[in-house]
């Protein structure tokens, strides 16, 4: 299992990853509140073009291999993240090889993949194009790209309680490049082909502001304080509608991509 050190990530998601799994896990949880009865991962799973050598860049707690049985579908898995705490997590996939690298550094041979996923990861660099040109190289000609990535208005009323209660961080902490449903297809047009786009149709319905401050928590250098609790909380209750139920808007993407001979 061979280990490289981390370079370039950003510094946003050094405090949020390198040395936990909890604030990927609590924002995970949120999603559970989904108004779509097949969760992300498995309707993300169904579409994915899998064959053969397979990486997964910045692949956090591995959630996506629950959905996916790589050893009966004879996928040679490579999972990879900069961070220490999500590669011990992936490190008990079975026949999962982890690689602990910088998505906009990958230490493998050209052309060493079939498939490429980053699954929800582009928005967290510095420079995305960087990474998508590393995309390229390790993938083989005829080889697949796959990127998850959020659009416009997606969870605008979360951000919304942010500002009320005077927290900026999911504002900052959801949009930290411009790389997103919407300018994703131009940035992929650079080095791939074959490109389309498919919308996960699903929002959030939250019953009570308790999974709200846990994934506000989570994005937070500093844990809510009392009055800023108690203001959120009114904030839903003000918000809420008859039946009581907050809802907060998604908008996520699926976009695949080819590696053609033209784009080599
Ligand atoms: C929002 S999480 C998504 C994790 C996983 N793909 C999923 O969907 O559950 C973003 C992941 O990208 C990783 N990440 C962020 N910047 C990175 C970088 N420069 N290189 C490699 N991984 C990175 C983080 O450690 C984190 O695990």
New binding site residues.
Partial sequence: MATTP?S???SH??R???TT?GN?TA??ALHGYGTNSQD??SWLAERLPLTGDVL?????????WTRIDHRERGLRLML????P??CEQLRTIPEGRVVR????ALPFPEASFDTL?????L????DPAS?LRGFARVLRTGGRLAV?ANGRGHLDELKAIGSAIGRREPRLALGMNDFSAETGPAYLARDFADIAVERYHCDLELPDADPILAYLNSLADEPLTAPQRSAAQAFVRAHADVSGVYHVRKHTVLITASLSTASR
């Fill in positions: 981390s370039t990530p950003s998601a050094i949020q990853y390198a799994t990927l924002r995970i992300w991962f997964e860049v910045g692949a956090g707690t591995g959630r996506l990879s993240d900069f961070s705490a999500m690298c910088d998505a906009v996923i980053a699954n929800h990861m928005y967290h660099l510095d990474a998850a």
